[in-house]
């Protein structure tokens, strides 16, 4: 038997290849949309891919099961269990197979038993693998987004993001029962989750890529209660903000991914900013530029939005894009397949163009300015917006600012500020606030930056409430 583990760090994502060396067969489990890497260890092998499993319908990523399936001819194997709810929806000249519950799919003279695991979803399933070399025994479990290392699946995404009302107790019930399934497993069973530390699909993943039965059991903390109504109370408190782009991830992975194949291809301008400025005015376009919050804060064009590419730039294109908007960057060429690949994660496919950074040197630019800590704190004539996160702001915040989540600043921000007076913008560390003063700025508001976050603010020991 042959297995090997594929990580994505943007994403905290796993994915698994099983493989049979004696019969050349693989199965690849919850595939990303980036399917090269799975092609090049299955050539490697000498393998051929037969099977793309997937554990439920996503959240947080575009699946790569219908892109694997196009190139290696894999029969794609998704759940019907809970499929009242909705459930998947592929093309019909798909190549699927529909599992349930005691369901064996085999990959060579290895194999995977299908248990309905609902609770994150209604559909969820996880898979318990033998290796024939030892049949008697599984070795482990592929567990998706129901177990994780610290954790388990949250049962809230249906309500939050889909809007499917009441689902988030129904599936916290799920999960308790699922749970209990879970725990009259084998202690020794390996647990190979499809998450890590840094997803939003738990609360409080741990770092460790795999784990055993025996030690969740023993350490994790949602294993540990026994009655029912405590285990839903401890699961749904405390679950983060889900981003916005994940009812459209829930909406594209039914089964129809558009193929990376049939997706246009952008083109690199060469406008000047003022072309750049004019593009940016249509509502149905966003212009991101790339580069760090120093160098925008230097210079940057009217309407452009600041992503810097060295940072959490997936996830806030995922919080902020408009799904059916034309997508241009404000980026050097070297950077432009980058931004591609792991735009095409989360399925914003639309974009149309580059343009190089050299266009935005010269006058006539916009500028902001970056504060400390101590600088804000003495002057009474700037309003303060803090655009951390609701538990962030609930533990402490600076007295008098004005809370708007940088998710909601778009719509939000010039209802709740005023333009006679400047305001200085801040978040934790000063990266979320980079994006936010670029966002004020295309609002008509004087910015200042908090330049390191509410963490510059506390270690100068200036006043704080909760």
Known sequence: MYLKYFYDNKLAQASYMVGC??????????????????????????FTITAALETHIHADYVSGSRELSSRTGAVIYHSVEGAENGGYD?????????????????????????LHTPGHTPEHV??????????????????????????????DLLEKSVGVKDSAKEGAEQMFASLKKFKQLDDYLQIWPGH???????????????????????????????????????LLDGQPEPPSYFGKMKEINVGRVPLLSSIEQPVRYSYNAGQIEKLAEDKNVMVVDTRS????????????????????????????????????????????????????????DNVKGFFSPKTLKGSGLRTYENVSASDLSEKDSIQVADVRFDDEWKTAHIPGAVHIKLNELQKKGEKKLSKDKPVAVHCETGVRSAIAASILLNQGFDVKNLQHGFQEWKKAELAVTS
């Open 21 to 46: 060396q004696k019969t050349g067969e693989a199965a690849v489990i919850d595939p990303s949309r980036q399917v090269d890497e799975y092609t090049a260890a299955a050539e490697e092998q000498g």
């Open 90 to 114: 592929f093309p019909d000249e798909e190549k699927t197979k529909g599992m349930k519950e005691g369901d064996k799919i085999e990959v060579g003279n290895t194999w995977m038993e299908v």
């Open 126 to 155: 996880s898979f318990l693998l033998t290796d024939g070399a030892n049949p008697d025994k599984p070795i482990g479990i592929f567990t998706g987004d129901f177990v994780f290392v610290g954790d388990v699946g949250r049962p």
């Open 196 to 234: 890590g530390a840094g997803s939003s699909c738990g609360k409080a993943l741990g770092a460790v890529p795999t784990s055993t039965v025996g030690y969740e059991k023993l350490f994790n903390p949602a294993l540990q209660p026994d009655k029912e109504e405590e285990f839903i109370d401890f």
């Open 293 to 348: 919050p120093a160098a925008y804060a230097g210079g940057s064009a009217e309407g452009t939005v600041n992503i810097a590419l060295e940072g959490p730039f997936l996830e806030w294109m995922g919080w902020l894009a408009d799904y059916e908007a034309d997508l241009y960057f404000i980026t050097e060429e070297k950077d432009q397949q980058d931004i591609l690949q792991a735009l095409a994660k989360i399925g914003l």
